[in-house]
């Protein structure tokens, strides 16, 4: 757990070294972290706009419209980043603009999901489109864990599946898939002797991938949840023996100062 949050602090220290120059010109134009978020969330409802009308206009093998809905989220994502460095480097920091950002966020994905889900059930991928409300459920749960649990005064930021990786495995896949379709065909379908339906098609390369994040967000969501267990267990075992000091030593102190008042009557 360590070595995979090392990799990504590193990572994303990485990221910010690139992006760092885009958002000082970003500071000089004066756009503020809550803008750079808001941003960010208009982008993400042009991703959902984008599979609507691919789901009600575009045809089954056409998928060209997944590609660029994948692009669209990896740019709508990138704001994602940009608003905390703005806060940082601009020290603009305030936590109206945390809560901000975290509402937003939460927005921001189910709207993608919305579109995502939309599209599979209008081209008919029903089992996919399952798969793909449950990664919703796994997505907001695993952001829900972490905010209760840090209600509690409990730090919660492992698993795999957080909100960058997510983005990053959507978008991307979503791109290598429209991608695909121009070379191999958005009708290809790969089948096994023996077998009477097809193992594999163009569109798994979108819906495989949506299908593993079903099951890896809730199982990020059940890690972060039992992680909080173990956390509180300690912390209560922590806290109780000096929750019991200082109630014998206010006891004492009582006893002391009515003992005292009883002798000088």
């Given at each position: 757990?360590?070595?995979?949050?090392?990799?990504?602090?590193?990572?994303?220290?990485?990221?910010?070294?690139?992006?760092?120059?885009?958002?000082?010109?970003?500071?000089?134009?004066?756009?503020?972290?809550?803008?750079?978020?808001?941003?960010?969330?208009?982008?993400?409802?042009?991703?959902?706009?984008?599979?609507?009308?691919?789901?009600?206009?575009g045809n089954r093998?056409?998928?060209?419209?997944?590609?660029?809905?994948?692009?669209l989220i990896l740019?709508?994502?990138?704001?994602?980043?940009?608003?905390?460095?703005?806060?940082?480097?601009?020290?603009?920091?305030?936590?109206?603009?945390?809560?901000?950002?975290?509402v937003l966020d939460?927005?921001?994905?189910?709207?993608?999901?919305?579109?995502?889900?939309?599209?599979?059930?209008?081209?008919?991928?029903?089992?996919?489109?399952?798969?793909?409300?449950?990664?919703?459920?796994?997505?907001?749960?695993?952001?829900?864990?972490?905010?209760?649990?840090?209600?509690?005064?409990?730090?919660?930021?492992?698993?795999?599946?957080?909100?960058?990786?997510?983005?990053?495995?959507?978008?991307?896949?979503?791109?290598?898939?429209?991608?695909?379709?121009?070379?191999?065909?958005?009708?290809?379908?790969?089948?096994?002797?023996?077998?009477?339906?097809?193992?594999?098609?163009?569109?798994?390369?979108?819906?495989?991938?949506?299908?593993?994040?079903?099951?890896?967000?809730?199982?990020?969501?059940?890690?972060?949840?039992?992680?909080?267990?173990?956390?509180?267990?300690?912390?209560?075992?922590?806290?109780?023996?000096?929750?019991?000091?200082?109630?014998?030593?206010?006891?004492?102190?009582?006893?002391?100062?009515?003992?005292?008042?009883?002798?000088?009557?």
């Amino acid at each position: 757990m360590e070595q995979q949050t090392s990799i990504r602090t590193n990572l994303q220290l990485g990221i910010y070294k690139v992006i760092d120059p885009f958002v000082k010109v970003l500071i000089k134009l004066g756009l503020t972290p809550n803008a750079v978020t808001s941003i960010g969330f208009v982008l993400n409802i042009g991703v959902a706009a984008i599979f609507i009308i691919g789901g009600e206009e575009g045809n089954r093998g056409d998928l060209s419209y997944i590609g660029w809905a994948g692009g669209l989220i990896l740019f709508a994502g990138l704001f994602d980043m940009l608003d905390g460095q703005v806060a940082r480097l601009g020290n603009m920091k305030s936590t109206f603009g945390a809560l901000y950002d975290s509402v937003l966020d939460r927005y921001s994905e189910l709207i993608m999901f919305f579109g995502i889900c939309y599209y599979l059930v209008a081209q008919h991928y029903f089992l996919s489109s399952i798969f793909a409300f449950i990664a919703l459920i796994g997505s907001m749960m695993v952001s829900y864990v972490r905010a209760r649990a840090e209600g509690l005064g409990i730090e919660c930021k492992g698993g795999l599946m957080q909100r960058p990786e997510r983005v990053v495995t959507i978008g991307l896949f979503a791109i290598i898939c429209g991608v695909s379709s121009q070379y191999i065909g958005g009708n290809y379908k790969l089948y096994v002797p023996g077998i009477k339906y097809h193992v594999f098609e163009t569109m798994s390369i979108f819906t495989i991938p949506i299908t593993l994040l079903a099951v890896l967000t809730n199982i990020t969501a059940f890690n972060r949840l039992r992680d909080a267990k173990k956390a509180l267990s300690l912390k209560k075992k922590i806290t109780s023996p000096i929750d019991e000091i200082i109630y014998y030593i206010f006891i004492y102190c009582f006893l002391l100062l009515f003992t005292r008042k009883q002798k000088r009557r």
